[in-house]
């Protein structure tokens, strides 16, 4: 791969989010690649020093990318990572596939809503997050999964992420009727 | 001069010109005129528009291509077919008034001319000189005055020369700049930008020459000096004329370099190819938002503390009254029913006059005829009050008169419990 494909797919992945290709294809420079659970397919993404990554424009005061709902979205994003990160030592990628259900379950959890409002808020936030790669939404199947922008995330943050994910009750706790989860 | 005085002549179907091709004519056109103009003037026939360079051009290309003989003026209007023929005329007649083209044999019935090499090598040095701004040439003349000085046989006659050459080039530069500088407008100083380019190597490579003059011929200090002056004149008028630009273009990305009309034609006839590679080299952030944990955590965190259960709006104190104000109507009822049994008193109707006459004072009768008022009203009781014609009157007593009317049960049709 020369010098101005490299630039092609940084370009690619800078404009339209993460790239999936076929898992036999081969890598530009400087790029993560997140092999999917089945090997179907590879996930490229870009990998930037601490010092640039979007976290910075928040240290420096700058206006972040707006986003609609963005504590629904948030929240979202929270409950499905307690739902699909299986192993919260490891890394976060791939995680395991969690259904609608067991995320709805609890997001009611955490926000204490009517579940009509919760379920709106829930599929607007679902497809928000879908959209910028940071799930992977199978509508018709009604399952979620992390998206690969979640490896974007450093060390700091996922330490800062397993806090969160103590902090959050399971779906399993939440289905024997426990409301109450240890924190 | 046949065709002289014919103001409009059609080209035959000229092409649609672009905005590339329309500047570079005008740069064309704005040499060809600063040079030709003395010699135009006097031959009667000033260059009016760059179509007229191009139809010099045809002639001579004519003429390289017609061979030994040479042409009538005929065959060469026929050879420049694409170009009306009465102007073709008046551009042989005005080439070959200063000499670009002239008679095989110079006698007065001649009819065969032949064109002289010189005009076409000026014409050609002019475009590329309008295309490139002149700046080749003057690096050309540069370089060949810096071997000419370098060279081993230059005499000082020789430096001298060439020092007071490049001592007038860069005087004329640095005139033009600084008087375009100090009174022009800014489109005319963007206009004449071409004297801005490369002049930083412009002015290099001159004080290279400088400096093999003077390290030769240290005599030659005067000539040197009036150098450096022009040079230095040159760099403050570009000084000046770079800062009156970049003040009108402002943060723009030097917008008035082009009269605003050149930018709007531009605008409104180009391909939306040609307008969006404008845009190539850019590149778009997706509109991804980026989430940090701590972003995470903090709406996690509110969400817990916000109770999203409906609160109802804030009331007043006397909110209490409101349910007894309830209760007051199912009341109300009964108590009209009750008032109406009471003044009917079994009867089926009773007489309004009587109704008032035993309430007593004006003020008991009046309440008393409210409730009537309002039992008549009332939807769900079945009495009615009617007035008649006729009014009776009583000086003395205290309601003096009293219409005529009778408080009855009603009739209504079906009532409401059927």
Same mark, same amino acid.
């Given at each position: 791969?020369?010098?101005? *494909? %490299?630039?092609?797919?940084?370009?690619?992945?800078?404009?339209?989010?993460?790239?999936?290709? @076929?898992?036999?294809?081969?890598?530009?420079?400087?790029?993560?690649?997140?092999?999917?659970?089945?090997?179907?397919?590879?996930?490229?993404?870009?990998?930037?020093?601490?010092?640039?990554?979007?976290?910075?424009?928040?240290?420096?005061?700058?206006?972040?990318?707006?986003?609609?709902?963005?504590?629904?979205?948030?929240?979202?994003?929270?409950?499905?990572?307690?739902?699909?990160?299986? *192993?919260?030592?490891?890394?976060?990628?791939?995680?395991?596939?969690?259904?609608?259900?067991?995320?709805? @379950?609890?997001?009611?959890?955490?926000?204490?809503?009517?579940?009509?409002?919760?379920?709106?808020?829930?599929?607007?936030?679902?497809?928000?997050?879908?959209?910028?790669?940071?799930?992977?939404?199978?509508?018709?199947?009604?399952?979620?999964?992390?998206?690969?922008?979640?490896?974007?995330?450093?060390?700091?943050?996922?330490?800062?992420?397993? #806090?969160?994910?103590?902090?959050?009750?399971?779906?399993?706790?939440?289905?024997?009727?426990?409301? #109450? %989860?240890?924190? | 001069?046949?065709?002289?005085?014919?103001?409009?002549?059609?080209?035959?179907?000229?092409?649609?010109?672009?905005?590339?091709?329309?500047?570079?004519?005008?740069?064309?056109?704005?040499?060809?005129?600063?040079?030709?103009?003395?010699?135009?003037?006097?031959?009667?026939?000033?260059?009016?528009?760059?179509?007229?360079?191009?139809?010099?051009?045809?002639?001579?290309?004519?003429?390289?291509?017609?061979?030994?003989?040479?042409?009538?003026?005929?065959?060469?209007?026929?050879?420049?077919?694409?170009?009306?023929?009465?102007?073709?005329?008046?551009?042989?007649?005005?080439?070959?008034?200063?000499?670009?083209?002239?008679?095989?044999?110079?006698?007065?019935?001649?009819?065969?001319?032949?064109?002289?090499?010189?005009?076409?090598?000026?014409?050609?040095?002019?475009?590329?000189?309008?295309?490139?701004?002149?700046?080749?040439?003057?690096?050309?003349?540069?370089?060949?005055?810096?071997?000419?000085?370098?060279?081993?046989?230059?005499?000082?006659?020789?430096?001298? &020369?060439?020092?007071?050459?490049?001592?007038?080039?860069?005087?004329?530069?640095?005139?033009?700049?600084?008087?375009?500088?100090?009174?022009?407008?800014?489109?005319?100083?963007?206009?004449?930008?071409?004297?801005?380019?490369?002049?930083?190597?412009?002015?290099?490579?001159?004080?290279?020459?400088?400096?093999?003059?003077?390290?030769?011929?240290?005599?030659?200090?005067?000539?040197?000096?009036?150098?450096?002056? &022009?040079?230095?004149?040159?760099?403050?008028?570009?000084?000046?004329?770079?800062?009156?630009?970049?003040?009108?273009?402002?943060?723009?990305?030097?917008?008035?370099?082009?009269?605003?009309?050149?930018?709007?034609?531009?605008?409104?006839?180009?391909?939306?190819?040609?307008?969006?590679?404008?845009?190539?080299?850019?590149?778009?952030?997706?509109?991804?938002?980026?989430?940090?944990?701590?972003?995470?955590?903090?709406?996690?965190?509110?969400?817990?503390?916000?109770?999203?259960?409906?609160?109802?709006?804030?009331?007043?104190?006397?909110?209490?009254?409101?349910?007894?104000?309830?209760?007051?109507? &199912?009341?109300?009822?009964?108590?009209?029913?009750?008032?109406?049994?009471?003044?009917?008193?079994?009867?089926?109707?009773?007489?309004?006059?009587?109704?008032?006459?035993?309430?007593?004072?004006?003020?008991?009768?009046?309440?008393?005829?409210?409730?009537?008022?309002?039992?008549?009203?009332?939807?769900?009781?079945?009495?009615?009050?009617?007035?008649?014609?006729?009014?009776?009157?009583?000086?003395?007593?205290?309601?003096?008169?009293?219409?005529?009317?009778?408080?009855?049960?009603?009739?209504?049709?079906?009532?409401?419990?059927?």
């Amino acid at each position: 791969m020369n010098e101005s *494909e %490299t630039a092609l797919w940084w370009a690619r992945i800078r404009a339209a989010g993460p790239q999936r290709v @076929a898992p036999s294809s081969a890598s530009p420079a400087g790029m993560l690649r997140l092999v999917e659970p089945d090997v179907t397919a590879v996930w490229l993404l870009t990998v930037v020093p601490e010092g640039a990554r979007p976290s910075v424009l928040e240290e420096l005061g700058l206006p972040v990318l707006a986003v609609e709902q963005p504590n629904d979205t948030a929240r979202v994003l929270a409950v499905c990572m307690r739902c699909c990160w299986a *192993e919260p030592t490891g890394p976060m990628w791939p995680g395991i596939p969690a259904s609608r259900q067991q995320v709805a @379950a609890v997001f009611e959890e955490i926000t204490d809503r009517d579940e009509a409002a919760s379920n709106r808020a829930l599929v607007a936030a679902i497809r928000r997050l879908a959209g910028a790669g940071w799930l992977l939404w199978d509508e018709p199947g009604q399952t979620v999964r992390l998206g690969p922008r979640v490896a974007t995330w450093g060390s700091a943050d996922l330490s800062a992420l397993r #806090e969160l994910w103590r902090m959050l009750p399971s779906s399993a706790d939440i289905g024997h009727g426990d409301p #109450e %989860t240890p924190r | 001069m046949p065709a002289r005085g014919q103001g409009v002549i059609a080209l035959s179907g000229p092409p649609e010109p672009t905005l590339d091709d329309l500047v570079g004519e005008v740069a064309v056109l704005r040499v060809y005129r600063q040079v030709f103009s003395v010699l135009a003037r006097e031959a009667g026939a000033m260059i009016v528009d760059s179509t007229t360079i191009n139809i010099d051009e045809s002639i001579l290309e004519a003429f390289a291509e017609a061979g030994g003989e040479g042409l009538t003026m005929e065959q060469a209007v026929a050879e420049c077919r694409q170009w009306a023929a009465p102007i073709v005329r008046r551009r042989f007649d005005v080439l070959r008034s200063y000499g670009a083209i002239s008679r095989v044999n110079d006698r007065p019935n001649e009819l065969y001319h032949r064109a002289a090499f010189a005009p076409y090598v000026m014409l050609l040095f002019l475009r590329r000189m309008a295309e490139q701004g002149g700046q080749s040439e003057l690096h050309q003349l540069l370089t060949l005055e810096q071997l000419n000085v370098k060279s081993a046989n230059a005499t000082a006659a020789d430096g001298v &020369a060439s020092a007071r050459r490049l001592t007038k080039v860069f005087r004329l530069l640095g005139n033009e700049l600084a008087i375009l500088a100090a009174g022009s407008t800014a489109e005319t100083l963007g206009n004449n930008a071409q004297l801005l380019w490369g002049n930083e190597s412009l002015i290099d490579q001159a004080k290279d020459v400088h400096t093999v003059v003077l390290g030769r011929w240290p005599e030659l200090d005067r000539e040197c000096a009036e150098l450096r002056i &022009a040079l230095a004149a040159y760099a403050d008028a570009i000084d000046a004329a770079a800062g009156r630009l970049i003040a009108q273009a402002g943060t723009t990305r030097a917008l008035g370099l082009l009269p605003v009309e050149a930018w709007r034609t531009f605008g409104r006839e180009s391909s939306p190819e040609a307008l969006a590679a404008v845009l190539d080299r850019f590149v778009f952030d997706a509109p991804a938002p980026w989430l940090s944990p701590q972003a995470l955590i903090e709406a996690v965190e509110a969400g817990r503390q916000i109770s999203t259960a409906r609160v109802p709006p804030p009331r007043s104190d006397d909110a209490e009254a409101a349910p007894e104000a309830d209760a007051d109507i &199912a009341d109300d009822v009964e108590e009209l029913r009750a008032i109406a049994e009471r003044l009917l008193a079994d009867a089926n109707s009773v007489s309004v006059v009587d109704v008032l006459d035993g309430a007593g004072d004006w003020i008991s009768a009046r309440r008393v005829l409210a409730e009537v008022t309002a039992i008549h009203h009332h939807p769900d009781l079945d009495y009615e009050l009617v007035w008649r014609d006729g009014v009776r009157i009583e000086v003395a007593a205290s309601p003096s008169w009293t219409s005529q009317g009778r408080f009855r049960r009603a009739s209504r049709a079906g009532g409401e419990e059927g």
